[in-house]
């Protein structure tokens, strides 16, 4: 039997059990919902008195050590995460044989995503529909991160460190071309700054009692190391590059003597 599948990457956003819970009501009580002529036939050939018993669903939250299998979303004992949390997935399957098969997955340092799965033609026309109901509950608890992962932005940020220093060497008359070939360095730092921080603000972010995690202190000491090191050169090439009229003024001297 063919399979139809569906894929779509989710908005940035901030995970904790509320948003958790708002997802499980899409889950539940939406999808049925969408499916009910299809639903009421397979219940009435397998002599069932409704669809309960065709389902399957499960949060899995997974730390570094440890993967724990919950029922539900309010089965968190607390609306926030540990702050060891690597990935909240949900698993959601309808159907004997599967009708649908929805995974929802929330990592650590990547783009949230959802696939779907269905065996079904009729199923597979409404896959976008749920989709698109899953991201309009998710945007709503977006934390705007998304921004830092867009490679467009990521290339205006690169490139504004080295045009900004080149602008403010011309208005001080440094000269052109040994202020050009000075901006290796200065793009490779900045380079490394912009690429770090989608990992300091990454694409989902697990919400947790304390503001500050220490496992982040590695990126930030990083980031702060490369934004000292990106002033310190500027400052090396304003400071050391001769001004384009100093050549000229030696000749004249020269000559003058």
Not at 38 to 47: A, E, M, P, R, V
Not at 97 to 126: G, L, W
Not at 164 to 181: E, H, K, P, S, V
Request: some cysteine; glycine content about 6%; charged content about 20%.
């Amino acid at each position: 039997m063919q399979t139809y599948s569906y894929h779509r990457t989710l908005p940035s956003c901030t995970l904790n059990r509320t948003l958790l819970v708002e997802i499980e009501k899409r889950l539940l009580f939406g999808i049925p919902k969408l499916m009910q002529p299809l639903l009421q036939k397979i219940q009435q050939g397998l002599g069932l008195e409704g669809y309960k018993k065709l389902e399957n669903y499960q949060v899995i939250v997974e730390t570094k050590k440890e993967s724990r299998s919950l029922k539900c979303a309010r089965e968190l004992t607390n609306p926030y995460f540990e702050t060891r949390t690597r990935q909240v997935s949900i698993a959601y399957k309808l159907g004997a044989p599967k009708i649908i098969v929805v995974d929802i997955i929330f990592p650590q340092n990547d783009r949230p995503r959802i696939n779907m799965t269905t065996q079904s033609p009729q199923v597979e026309k409404i896959l976008p529909k749920i989709a698109d109901g899953l991201c309009a509950s998710i945007a709503r608890y977006g934390n705007r991160h998304k921004i830092l992962h867009n490679v467009f932005v990521q290339s205006v940020l690169l490139l504004a460190v080295p045009t900004l220093a080149m602008l403010y060497g011309l208005y001080r008359g440094i000269d052109f071309f040994l202020l050009y070939t000075s901006m290796g360095w200065l793009c490779l730092l900045s380079l490394g700054l912009i690429k770090s921080l989608p990992y300091i603000f990454p694409w989902v972010t697990f919400e947790t009692k304390r503001c500050f995690q220490l496992r982040r202190l590695p990126l930030l000491v990083r980031v702060s190391v490369l934004t000292v090191a990106i002033g310190c050169y500027i400052g090396l090439v304003v400071l050391a590059v001769p001004r384009a009229s100093e050549p000229t003024m030696v000749l004249l001297a020269g000559y003058v003597g």
